[in-house]
């Protein structure tokens, strides 16, 4: 069983940058692959980005590609999504997971999800 707990989100004006954090308990969280998913009002919750438990190999959702880092401390138990040029289309929920089985590539699902948090850009 892994809990996560977001924090981070906010209001931030078009082109400027927010960092994510999810602090997860537990003692195996260095056995789980970590990612990021966003819901926007009225859209379907959509992959963001994902590091794996095992050496850190990272993927990213096109819309993230450029823009946002993923990034982890197993020490800390802690995953990170730092974003960078916002945009308004990035307004959504962001919520934190753990997978205990992805690896690499496409396929991120996420078996563990903290509550969320909330991403404002304005215009």
């Known amino acids: 069983q892994v809990q996560l707990v977001e924090s981070g989100g906010g209001l931030v004006q078009a082109g400027g940058s927010l960092t994510l954090s999810c602090a997860a308990s537990?003692?195996?969280?260095?056995?789980?692959?970590m990612g990021w998913f966003r819901q926007a009002p009225g859209k379907e919750r959509e992959f963001v980005a994902a590091?794996?438990?095992?050496?850190?190999?990272?993927y990213y959702a096109d819309s993230a590609k450029g823009r946002f880092t993923i990034s982890r401390d197993n020490a800390k138990n802690t995953v990170y999504l730092q974003m960078n040029s916002l945009k308004p289309e990035d307004t959504a929920v962001y919520y934190c997971?753990?997978?205990?089985?992805?690896?690499?590539?496409?396929?991120?699902?996420?078996?563990?999800w903290g509550q969320g948090t909330q991403v404002t850009v304005s215009s």
């Open positions: 997971t753990a997978d205990s089985i992805w690896a690499a590539g496409p396929g991120y699902m996420g078996d563990y």
């Open positions: 537990g003692r195996t969280f260095r056995s789980y692959s």
């Open positions: 590091i794996s438990w095992s050496n850190g190999i990272t």
